[in-house]
């Protein structure tokens, strides 16, 4: 059977959304706190590569993509999740299941100021060690920005 | 008195630098031209050697400034005192003592001592990695080097370098026989590395490890480094010239541009390469080449 | 001797080293064509050189961001004077559309002094050898 009934048997009842965009492109939408035993089921049992990850600052919260290529069929299916909450936003990390996660969830901790739980270096990565605290460049209306001079 | 002259102007430093200006001039120009381009004119390696002069010289807070400022001046010395030598020999060829040839190998091998001591003195980590690539190529050129001097010596009975020149003009050069022919070949591979030209400078890439043993080398020191290597790139050539064909003008310019032809040609090897190549394949047709001069071919 | 003596001297052999403070790497590859067959900037003296002790002239390319700002000023003074600096392309002479950035620290001459601008997205070769003779020219003196 193809991937995308392959997913739809494999998740069940965690998929909240199942959009076709074109044959080649999914997108999935799960919980926050089903991430890890979703990417473990791509990852682990479908043997699907993971590309990035993606986050952007939404006005209902933080949208995290994590894209998954599938390199015979040359499918991208990606899991769609949406953090609501927007003053501690957290969400497990896939790191110790997908090693390649590691850095892009410190530039997205860093950038955006998700935090990713069980993490195992959550350091600056593009920004100067000496970066002020709780200052996120990428969020709206937020970042150091330099003053005209 | 007139050895000061003879060290200084005559056949010594002044020249063998000018000489040795020429040599790198030419270098330049024929590789310039080889990859379809112009080439410098023909002072620039004066220029070169001009501008370094007026540049401040900086010591690193962490070398022993010592040893640092003291090899360049060390590795040119013994430069100009394998030069005075080589040309006196050429020149007047009963002039000079027993065992000269062996006192113009060690001064030949000062040269990569000096380089080592001052880039281990300069207290940088990729200085030291790239001396110690120095002393590994070092250790491997050097026998097959010295054998391939040997079947001169052997061939013609003597160690003097005057009567090496004598003995060639009246029975023939070296380079009429089978192992004269395999000693030059030898003798060409080595000299590359003892240049320090490609395909063996590992030790001073420039785009590999940002210079290598002159990495922390400014102005007046490194000024005398780059003169001594072109003072080196001018007196080999003379030394093939006396081993294997007699002290000829025109061989001069032959090895030169034998030299030149195998730098335009080749990548450069890693140092592990090279040290196979020297070890495995140099040393034993070099000493295949002593076993035949000793036979008599 | 002084200085703009020292400084005329120095035009008939200028040592370059690439300072890139993480550009697109657009103004780089311009700046590697310069030594190929078809510009050929070795017929002036000019060289690339890969320690920054060997330098005569910095060439700096990309926005300077604050990540690398204290590296480039120690990199500055680590190249041994007489050594001019050169702003290569548009980021380095004027940041563009990174000024109001969260990470950019200024246009290159509020970090370090420098001799000449040339700008452009990326500059041409033709451009970059043109700036090359107006900075010999003022170096020694002449209009």
């Known amino acids: 059977m193809n991937t995308s009934e392959n997913i739809k048997n494999k998740f069940g009842s965690k998929i909240k959304k199942f959009e076709e965009k074109n044959p080649r492109r999914f997108y999935v939408d799960i919980s926050p706190s089903d991430i890890a035993a979703a990417a473990k089921t791509l990852f682990v049992e479908l043997q699907l590569r993971f590309i990035i990850a993606t986050g952007i600052d939404r006005r209902d919260g933080f949208e995290i993509l994590y894209h998954f290529s599938e390199d015979k069929t040359g499918k991208v299916i990606t899991l769609r999740v949406l953090i609501t909450d927007k003053e501690k936003p957290e969400i497990d990390t896939i790191s110790k299941i997908i090693k390649g996660a590691e850095w892009i969830e410190r530039e997205m901790w860093e950038l955006l100021g998700i935090n990713f739980k069980g993490h195992p270096n959550l350091k600056h990565l593009l920004l100067r060690d000496d970066w002020p605290e709780k200052n996120y460049p990428l969020r709206q209306g937020e970042g150091e920005a330099r003053k005209n001079d | 008195m007139k050895i000061l002259f003879e060290f200084i102007v005559f056949p010594g430093f002044l020249f063998t630098a000018i000489a040795g200006m020429v040599f790198s001039w030419i270098d330049r120009k024929v590789t310039a031209r080889v990859q379809w381009r112009q080439g410098p004119p023909i002072f620039q390696p004066l220029y070169d050697f001009v501008k370094l002069l007026i540049k401040e010289t900086i010591v690193p807070a962490s070398a022993n400034s010592v040893i640092f400022l003291l090899a360049p001046l060390l590795a040119i010395t013994s430069t100009t005192l394998a030069s005075v030598i080589l040309w006196k020999a050429i020149i007047n060829p009963q002039s000079l003592f027993v065992g000269d040839l062996i006192v113009v190998i060690y001064l030949l091998a000062v040269t990569p001592i000096a380089v080592i001591l001052g880039a281990s003195a300069s207290g940088n980590p990729i200085a030291s990695l790239a001396a110690s690539r120095e002393m590994k190529l070092y250790l491997a050129y050097e026998l097959p080097f010295i054998f391939s001097i040997l079947v001169s010596v052997i061939k013609l009975h003597t160690i003097k370098l005057g009567e090496i020149i004598l003995s060639q003009q009246s029975s023939g050069i070296i380079l009429n026989s089978f192992s004269g022919v395999l000693a030059f070949v030898i003798f060409l591979l080595t000299i590359q590395a003892k240049l320090g030209l490609v395909p063996f400078d590992m030790a001073e890439a420039e785009t590999e490890i940002a210079g290598g043993v002159f990495i922390e080398y400014s102005g007046v020191p490194l000024a005398i480094h780059k003169l001594n290597r072109i003072m080196l790139l001018f007196i080999i050539p003379v030394f093939a010239a006396v081993l294997f064909f007699g002290g000829n003008f025109l061989s001069i310019i032959a090895v030169l541009v034998l030299i030149i032809l195998i730098r335009n040609t080749n990548p450069r090897v890693r140092i592990d390469q090279a040290i196979r190549f020297f070890w495995r394949t140099c040393l034993i047709f070099s000493v295949f080449a002593v076993v035949l001069a000793t036979i008599g071919y | ?143």
């Open chain 3, 1 to 143: 001797m002084s200085a703009s003596l020292k400084l005329k001297a120095l035009t008939k052999s200028i040592w370059v080293f690439h300072a890139a403070c993480s550009p697109c790497n657009n103004c780089d590859i311009e700046i590697l064509d310069l030594l190929t067959p078809r510009y050929d900037v070795e017929r002036f003296g000019i060289q690339l050189v890969g320690s920054v002790r060997h330098a005569d002239a910095l060439l700096v390319t990309g926005a300077v961001n604050k990540k690398i700002v204290d590296r480039l000023k120690r990199l500055y003074e680590q190249a041994p004077k007489p050594c001019v600096v050169v702003a290569v392309g548009n980021c380095a002479c004027s940041e563009i559309m990174f000024r109001d950035s969260y990470n950019t620290c200024g246009p290159l001459d509020k970090i370090i002094p420098v001799n000449a601008y040339i700008p452009g997205c990326p500059p041409k070769p033709e451009a970059m050898i043109m700036g090359i003779v107006k900075l010999i020219k003022a170096l020694r003196g002449e209009k």
